[in-house]
């Protein structure tokens, strides 16, 4: 990234936050949701689900096995069935059991807390070794939980990052993570605000297939409200 470019892209991401902490409001990182195991499998199955969904799939899972070693140890076709709600169970069944059953070995507990005491780097490297566990996923375990600077980029927080020129055109999710990272600051309550609000405008102003331009509180740095509303007028 070129460094005139770089200091921009900073300039316009911090706007954009402003704004988005006016429109959306300001969160505390602390305490976190939920603790930490409970997190990393309810995020497995949040993928291409609604909340809603992912819950139900999690209490039916939790309610019927009570703990994380039944659920390791699980029939994967009733795990399967149990977790449906959720999309894609037969794929996430056996991520679940997989990663339970990592930890449990490695651990000899379900309890991932040791992350707390890693250095951000390593704590990715290790949850990203996990089956079914991508960037998404550990960014926000790390964050969210252990209060680490990383930022997860979901759907909305990828779409918004594209369109508003955060980062260039057809940039993936993954690199988008790594990108973000350079233009925001190093500092996890911002990092979670940006995150929590920026998700919140996709799902509500930002939407796939219908933005809300004309209304949308950030259009004057938005590089496709410019080429769409401004480019011919
Ligand atoms: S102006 Fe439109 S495309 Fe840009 S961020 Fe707002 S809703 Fe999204």
Not at 114 to 140: C, H, M, Q, Y
Request: charged letters at 20%.
């Amino acid at each position: 990234m070129m460094v005139e470019n770089k200091a921009a892209l900073q300039q316009k991401a911090m706007e954009m936050y402003a704004i988005f902490l006016k429109t959306y409001g300001e969160r505390s990182l602390k305490p976190p949701r939920r603790d930490a195991m409970t997190e990393l499998i309810m995020t497995i199955l949040s993928h291409r689900t609604t909340n809603a969904n992912e819950k139900l799939a999690f209490t039916r899972m939790w309610e019927h096995y009570g703990s994380w070693e039944a659920i390791r140890d699980a029939d994967m076709a009733e795990l399967t069935a149990l977790i449906a709600p959720s999309n894609y169970p037969e794929v996430k069944a056996p991520y679940i059991k997989g990663t339970l059953a990592q930890i449990i070995h490695e651990r000899g507990q379900a309890n991932i807390d040791f992350l707390e005491n890693l250095p951000v780097d390593e704590g990715l490297r290790w949850l990203l070794s996990l089956p079914g566990v991508g960037i998404k996923t550990a960014s926000l375990v790390l964050l969210f939980n252990f209060s680490k600077p990383i930022m997860p980029v979901d759907t909305h927080v990828h779409r918004v990052s594209l369109r508003t020129g955060l980062v260039p055109p057809r940039t993936s999710a993954n690199k988008a993570h790594d990108l973000l990272l350079e233009i925001l600051p190093n500092e996890p309550h911002i990092l979670f605000n940006f995150h929590v609000t920026c998700l919140r405008h996709g799902q509500k102003i930002c939407t796939w297939n219908a933005p809300k331009c004309p209304q949308c509180p950030i259009n004057h740095l938005c590089d496709y409200y410019h080429e769409v509303f401004t480019a011919n007028s």
